[in-house]
């Protein structure tokens, strides 16, 4: 029987871009997982959404965070806070398009409603938006 090494097959895989990745879970047991999966465990989060007018987005099971928004159906400029657990915080960078902290005051709000609750992110205007966040939580 021949021995295969392992580096001679990875050495001839393919490239792309990969859809799921062979992790372990906390018992040690190889399992699946898609890359979201991964990067939701280690505390990132991505949001890539088209809002209707007036809707409201909930981001669930994020504490003190980095985030990051562009509101992408009006401006290139990136709008970066330091979202406390509570409902306090700093904005980094201020940009016209996103307010963080509070509730109606651009096209886009991200805000919390509640000490330690969920994250919310809204389009405050009456046409739809697309907008691109994403945090990095301390947990």
């Known amino acids: 029987m021949e021995k295969i090494q392992f580096s001679e097959v990875e050495k001839n895989l393919p490239s792309g871009t990969p859809a799921k990745i062979r992790t372990l879970d906390s018992s040690g047991n190889s399992i699946l997982s898609t890359i979201l999966e991964v990067a939701k ?47 306090g915080g700093v904005v980094l960078n201020n940009v ?21 609750g969920s994250i919310y992110i809204k389009n405050n205007t009456e046409t739809s938006r697309v907008i691109y966040v994403r945090l990095i939580s301390i947990i």
């Open 41 to 87: 465990s280690i505390g990132a989060y991505n949001l890539t959404k088209t809002f209707a007018p007036l809707e409201e987005y909930e981001v669930k099971e994020v504490k003190g965070c980095l985030i990051l928004a562009q509101n992408a159906s009006i401006q290139h400029e990136i709008g970066v806070a330091i979202l406390y657990s509570n409902l």
């Open 96 to 116: 016209s398009g996103v307010s963080f902290l509070e509730q109606n005051k651009q096209a886009f709000s991200i805000y919390r409603k509640e000490t330690n």
